[in-house]
């Protein structure tokens, strides 16, 4: 069936490292790809999205690029800061005949120290 | 400001009780969801509705029931034969049932606890 797989946390780097979350996924057809962020005690925010293949989806210096090929869509930023410190859980969009949900990885925690 | 607020933010449950988790939106939003979260495990699906009196059972129904009575409530409750139920529970909508904007909208959750 359709399922998503995260690397494992939880991440600690330093202020203005490099970051990279792996995301796989396994799915009919190519479905639409998704990063949610969770910061402490709240509920889950849409970071970014990508629609088809080589589509490339960016927030707030975040960015994935959907990659068919090898059925990822990996999260990176270039510089992170204290306030990117929270879990970040994959997506992707599944339709049946009745509608779509979203089957969700199972987070990945990061954190960052100053 | 439009969005969904779940009540209470925490809910201890005693043995054999049952408890229910309030959701409401004001997002005129049709699709409602509920996800439990476990540490390690990510979100699991419980139940969603994508109509007013009508529901479905997700990947891990056994030991909840919801209700959708009103297009802007869908209450979750948490009966006895939930054997584990100390969790994060977090409610989310869309504006339509095939989630044509490909967005979830999610509360701020619910942290129950077993006594």
């Known amino acids: 069936g359709d399922s998503v797989t995260q690397m494992e946390g939880p991440v600690t780097l330093s202020e203005e490292a490099f970051l990279t979350i792996n995301c796989t996924y396994t799915a009919t057809g190519y479905p639409s790809l998704f990063w949610y962020v969770q910061y402490p005690g709240e509920g889950l925010q849409l970071l970014l999205k990508?629609?088809?293949?080589?589509d490339k989806g960016s927030n707030k210096g975040f960015e994935a690029t959907y990659r068919k090929e090898t059925t990822s869509f990996h999260l990176e930023k270039g510089s992170v800061q204290v306030s990117d410190s929270a879990v970040y859980f994959c997506?992707?969009?599944?339709?049946?005949?009745?509608?779509?949900?979203?089957?969700f990885g199972q987070g990945t925690e990061l954190s960052v120290k100053p | 400001d439009g969005g969904i607020t779940q009540s209470p933010k925490y809910l201890f449950r005693k043995e054999g009780q049952n408890v229910t988790l309030s959701c409401e939106q004001n997002?005129?939003?049709?699709?409602m969801y509920w996800y439990r979260q476990d540490p390690g495990q990510g979100l699991r699906l419980i139940y969603y509705?994508?109509?007013?009196?009508?529901?479905q059972k997700g990947d891990i129904a056994e030991g909840y029931s919801v209700s959708r009575e009103k297009k802007e409530s869908f209450p979750l409750t948490v009966t006895s034969a939930q054997k584990n139920p100390t969790a994060f529970y977090l409610c989310?909508?869309?504006?339509?049932?095939?989630?044509?904007?490909?967005?979830?909208?999610f509360g701020s959750g619910t942290q129950l606890s077993v006594l």
């Open positions: 990508a629609t088809k293949a080589d």
């Open positions: 997506a992707l969009k599944v339709i049946y005949n009745q509608g779509g949900k979203l089957i």
């Open positions: 509705s994508q109509i007013v009196n009508d529901f």
């Open positions: 989310a909508s869309s504006i339509d049932q095939r989630l044509t904007n490909e967005k979830l909208f």
């Open positions: 997002l005129n939003h049709d699709a």
